[in-house]
């Protein structure tokens, strides 16, 4: 089964920038969409970004100018890269992957979830 990890979460001061990162593991045959979403507290999980595998991006609209999201399909990673950031950012942020991968002498294709990252954004 393939794997989804996140990394780069924490503390951050109201203006300040983080970079999240998220590598796919397994034997990955292909990924398509990847993105990130969001859950603050008490709140639903919303998409915040997501790239294709050829680079076209989408971004919701409270982030557009300040957060992006660069892939390198080489290591099957997808980073967030989260800039002037404000305290209604803080959330848990998921990352998340359409791809095929295989299984013996299969292939099998489906979406994927990491475990999550908190960032707080706090002064």
């Known amino acids: 089964q393939p794997q989804l990890v996140e990394s780069g979460g924490g503390l951050v001061q109201p203006g300040g920038s983080l970079r999240l990162s998220c590598v796919a593991s397994g034997r990955i045959f292909r990924i398509n969409r990847m993105g990130w979403y969001r859950q603050a507290p008490g709140k639903q999980r919303e998409l915040v970004a997501t790239i294709t595998s050829g680079g076209s991006t989408n971004y919701v609209d409270s982030v557009k100018g300040r957060f992006t999201i660069p892939r390198d399909n080489t290591k099957n990673t997808v980073f967030l890269q989260m800039n002037s950031l404000k305290p209604e950012d803080t959330a848990v942020y998921y990352c998340?992957?359409?791809?095929?991968?295989?299984?013996?002498?299969?292939?099998?294709?489906?979406?994927?979830w990491g475990q999550g990252t908190a960032v707080t954004v706090s002064s």
């Open positions: 998340n992957a359409g791809l095929t991968y295989y299984s013996g002498s299969s292939s099998y294709s489906g979406e994927y």
